[in-house]
């Protein structure tokens, strides 16, 4: 009994003298240490790394004099049980929040499970983890686009050049040749950017003849030798090329260089992203158009929303959808407009 009250009472002491202490040091600020730990579903993907470059760079500016910020990123090299490894490995670092792109957006049972377990709150980004798991714990977020947008952008692009310049329908059939360069398999914007970029040229009218498609997983590389395949198979007829980014839209225009193939002898081709080398194939004109995926918003949302939650703050100011879920819109590039986006590019870095 003596014990406990001794320990009672030490406790109350140690109170009033952390009170009085705080009191008398009024204008010294504690410091508040937030670790963030982002996993990178394969850092050699292109969006994605300059996407969590932006990242960051947000971290880095949202530190306060009462916050610091850590950022420890990961990449899980296409692999999801090294994602499942890299998530322990941060919560067992202490990480008190995590930004995670999973690898396959079906399988998010393990991170959900140790993130629940050790209360660290998850933002998911670009890969959109299944409904029913993000509802799971009222501490999951995701921040993305919405494809359909990006491939209705892509679709109203590609029709107003068939409308404007004739040239396009190089044999004059009245239709529009066309081969698909997609993204991974099960990937939400690559089934929903292709579906309806291709649905919104019809719509508005245009003839369309699909002449093939190719799997490319984002891939510039890949699209290359996609593409050449594609060439020897059709040669001058592909008067359209539809790529689900502009990594694999520079891989199609990568395979024409290759061959040499005359301005004359091209497609158009349009991609997806605004990425730095989207942008400058927009500006040198191999490329007809593409759809911003606008990962300064992201990247900012992420952060921002990130700390909040870590903080407790009120979150009335994001503007989710169900609660949960942030959409960045895209937009249109050409090269009307290119400079807009690389100048916003130019200021983030
Ligand atoms: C897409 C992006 C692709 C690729 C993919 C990875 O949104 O357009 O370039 O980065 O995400 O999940
Ligand atoms: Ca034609």
Redesign the pocket.
Known sequence: MKKIMAALLSGVLLLFGLASAGCAKREETTIRYLRVGVVE??AN????SE?VSCLKDDFRDLQREDLNISVTVKDAAGSQRTENTCVEELIDGGCDVLCV?LVDRATTSTIIDLATEHNVPIVFF??EPVREDLMQWDRLYYV??D?TQ?GEMQGELAADLIRSDSSVDRNKDGKIQFVLLE??PG?Q??IV?TETSVSTIRGSGIELEKLSYSIAN?NRAQALTRMSQLITQYGSSIELVLA?????ALGAIDAYDRKNITEADRPAVFG??G?KEGLSAIEDGTMAGTVY?DKEGQALAMAKLAVAVVEGADLSSFNFTDGRYLYLPYQKVTTENVATFRAKQQGEN
């Open positions: 579903y394969n993907d292109t969006f994605i996407l792109n670009n890969r993305g686009s494809p990006s993204g991974e990937h914007d690559a950017r984002w689900n980014n502009d990594d694999m997806t992203d990425t995926n």
